[in-house]
């Protein structure tokens, strides 16, 4: 089964930074990974799916690259609202999440 | 809009039965393979098991192979998660998540609210 490597697990940042969580792969997956955003007592939301393609709705702030092996999720400009866990998934085979990164108010 | 609303979770004792149900509206189900994620308490999100657009293909994560059933009824706009022998790190809330891109594996851009499932003795 493919595994997904998360790196932080977590991070703590002010408004404004710059922020970058990756996504290993065990072994390639081509462009088959999303980005999702969880806040407390909700489900997960979409933001950005086969690496690099922004959801509908989803803030420009918010961008993914990557393919293969190695992915990034950045937030260009961190917002008080994007204190939340991050997760990667891919469904290149099977289904897996990374372990997730907590985003953390420094 | 896209709507799942999941049901049917509670407390139950290890060994037991339970089975979850998941509604939805606003969409062609019939068209999508829908999901079931979990999430135990505080922990990362794991994938359970999906089912084909037409009920006739279905794949099961390891730890729920043998032990959990899914289904789901395209009159009625349905899906269900039968799970049996339950144990204690199946604790978890479940829930259903449409794949967008129709096939049995993708992402999901609608989640329901989840259900709660506990299994205490």
């Known amino acids: 089964a493919i595994q997904l490597t998360q790196s932080p697990s977590s991070l703590s940042a002010s408004v404004g930074d710059r922020v970058t969580i990756t996504c290993r792969a065990s072994?390639?997956?081509?462009?088959?990974l999303a980005w999702y955003q969880q806040k407390p007592g909700k489900a997960p939301k979409l933001l950005i799916y086969?690496?690099?393609t922004l959801q509908s709705g989803v803030p420009s702030r918010f961008s993914g690259s990557g393919s293969g092996t190695d992915f990034t999720l950045t937030i260009s400009s961190l917002q008080p609202e994007d204190f939340a866990a991050y997760y990667c998934?891919?469904?290149?085979?099977?289904?897996?999440f990374g372990g997730g990164t907590k985003v953390e108010i420094k | 809009q896209v709507q799942l609303v999941e049901s049917g979770g509670g407390v139950v004792q290890p060994g037991r039965s339970l089975r979850l149900s998941c509604a939805a509206s606003?969409?062609?189900?019939?068209?999508?393979?829908i999901h079931w994620v979990r999430q135990a308490p505080g922990k990362g999100l794991e994938w359970v098991a999906v089912?084909?657009?037409?009920?006739?293909?279905?794949y099961y994560a390891d730890s729920v192979k043998g032990r959990f059933t899914i289904s789901r009824d395209n009159s009625k706009n349905r899906l269900y998660l039968q799970m049996n022998s339950l144990r204690l790190e199946d604790t978890a809330v479940y829930f259903c998540?449409?794949?967008?891109?129709?096939?049995?594996?993708?992402?999901?851009?609608?989640w329901g609210q989840g259900t709660l499932v506990t299994v205490s003795s």
């Open positions: 089912i084909s657009y037409d009920g006739n293909n279905k």
């Open positions: 086969d690496a690099s």
């Open positions: 606003g969409f062609t189900f019939s068209n999508y393979g």
């Open positions: 998934q891919q469904f290149n085979e099977g289904l897996t």
């Open positions: 072994q390639g997956i081509s462009s088959a």
């Open positions: 998540a449409k794949d967008e891109r129709g096939y049995s594996f993708g992402y999901f851009g609608h």
